[in-house]
DNA sequence: CTGTTAGCGCCTTCAA
DNA sequence: TTGAAGGCGCTAACAG
């Protein structure tokens, strides 16, 4: 038998009280009395009564959720920081509305308008890829709307309109390529994305200045995140490079993994004659055969700092700061020799 | 400058029109006269007008909003289900809400109150762990509220009146036992998780059924989903089980690859001395040396399917038929012999 | 084909 | 401390 869903009436009623009593006892407990309050919770458990979301939030402008944009849930990274949103959001009793950003722009503004109507209290949003159209589109959106925006592990280096959570790709990009001329490495690749990601060009600048400090050559090789094509670059790069190449920092675990099996099928010994490094600690870098040293990146947290962050702006505590940096470490395995 | 949401009236307004007629042509453009209706679009268009979706959302008792309710997102299966939902969903123009599940029964519970208080459309659950007390508890939110619910990737093969959209675990399993027998492997071994997952147990079923129509013993090994925790567990099996395995059928990628590397370090070939399966066709299984074969899942596929069976009874189509299969393939890789 | 009108369920002044 | 009443922005009959 199809159960109608108890209203505040129904509440009121049954609880002998007005309802403006009741929607009190949710919203403002502290200004209603005592026995008054506790009679009306009997009745909400009794019935089961949960408030609808939409009348509350016709009403009241707040919708206790906010939207959650992300470039695609398949990347691990993404995946992870979702999750310590939602681990962090649950703590405030907060909704999340997952937006699954496209390549393109008109969609991505599509999406925004949506989540101006959908009344979403904050926008969290993530995409290492971001430009400067859509860099400045989220900041009007956040001015012409008020509505409260954090930028996480998303960095646009250029402005700082927009409250950040991230790491400091640039420092670590630059000891770990450090780590490598310690060792005595004097042919260093970074292997990166041919697709322009802000965060890998971040990395690839401290990479450039430890091999500039060091007075060694730059190689910045460039490849694909698919597997099956990144191989068959590996393969070119080996040509190219040769049995000089003796050390790699590589922007994601997958690509050193990728790379590292690539030079092992050619009799090249990891880390005896090449050291790698990866970013990032996904299970790949664990699971990988020579397991992967790599930077490691407290993704969760940046998720649920950035979900925290944004519910002190929502409740109206802006602070002054704009970019809030977590620690990195570096995980030091069996690709390379320290 | 804040700029204040247009709404429908101010529309109106500037069309020249009543709000119904704003109204009709968002929602029922066929009842609008062509002129009426593009004066009409070309001041929503001026004004960057969207309905709110509270008071839409009141009004009609409709959302478009969907709740995507997962165990847990970093499990890179549900990561790629959710993606695959959201790319129908985008179709529909349905939001997302994303609710992860804590393992506590209580808290589920009080997650679907919400749902319901949401007004969601309907809901998509996935969860391979659910148990007799969940399915019971969705079932009767189903029918007390008449709300569609759709199960991607779950299966409780003990009833059947949700509708589902999952492959056949256990035929699968039986399929890469059976060539594992056809290989002449005698000590096959399952390698599964100690907590208890429905669909896991298809799996062994599966695999008892080849290994018993082969008369051949049957082992089962029940070990934890965590890597540094399955390297120690397969230590142990080494030891007991030592070179007499010649067979592993794993039910998750990850796991046939720690126990891959594991027993190369112990000096056994794969597939040489040990042929080995993995489940799901994971980037992991790609990355890993030798490359893994497995049985590959459609998941994208099935949140894709679930979400567009979802519409359908949202849309009120509901059909008969309660459970969706979809095809699953085997990849040779460098871990069987085939 | 278009306009008028009555809610949807809740929050929030304003009075009492 | 409580109740009455207006309205949030939109949809959906119902008239015309």
Chains 1, 2 share one sequence.
Do not use: W
């Not at 950040?164 to 042919?187: P, Q, W």
């Amino acid at each position: 038998m199809a159960k109608t869903k108890a209203t505040i009436y129904n509440v009121a009623m049954r609880a002998d009280v007005s309802l403006a009593t009741v929607s009190r006892t949710l919203n403002n407990p502290e200004k209603v009395k005592k026995e008054t309050r506790e009679k009306v919770l009997k009745v909400i458990e009794e019935l089961g009564y949960k408030p609808n979301a939409f009348a509350r939030g016709l009403a009241s402008r707040r919708s206790t959720s906010v939207a959650v944009m992300v470039p695609d849930m398949t990347r691990s990274s993404i995946a992870e920081m979702v999750n310590g949103i939602a681990i962090e959001a649950r703590k405030y009793n907060y909704s999340l509305i997952l937006y699954v950003l496209k390549d393109e722009y008109e969609e991505e503004s599509e999406m925004l308008k949506e989540v101006v109507a959908s009344q979403a209290d904050g926008i969290l949003y993530m995409n290492d890829e971001i430009n400067e159209q859509q860099y400045q589109m989220l900041n009007k959106i956040k001015e012409d709307y008020t509505i409260p925006i954090i930028l996480a592990n998303t960095l646009y280096p250029y402005e700082n309109k927009l409250t950040t959570v991230s790491i400091d790709y640039y420092k670590a990009g630059y000891e770990i390529t450090k780590e490598l001329i310690e060792e005595g490495r004097k042919n260093i690749y970074m292997l990166t994305t041919a697709r322009k990601y802000m965060v890998n060009d971040l990395k690839e600048s401290g990479y450039l200045k430890a091999i500039d400090e060091a007075n060694l050559e730059p190689h910045i090789y460039r490849t694909s995140g698919d597997i099956s094509i990144n191989t068959v670059h590996f393969d070119e790069l080996y040509l190219e490079a040769g049995k000089k190449l003796d050390g790699v920092v590589a922007v994601r675990d997958s690509i050193a993994v990728s790379f590292i099996n690539s030079m092992i099928s050619k009799g090249r010994k990891v880390p005896k004659d090449i050291s790698v490094f990866g970013f990032q600690n996904t299970k790949y870098a664990s699971l990988s055969r020579p397991r992967l040293s790599c930077i490691d990146i407290p993704i969760t947290d940046i998720g649920v700092k950035a979900m925290s962050l944004l519910k002190q702006e929502i409740d109206g505590n802006i602070s002054k700061q704009k970019y809030f940096e977590l620690p990195h470490s570096i995980i030091h395995r069996d690709t390379t020799k320290k």
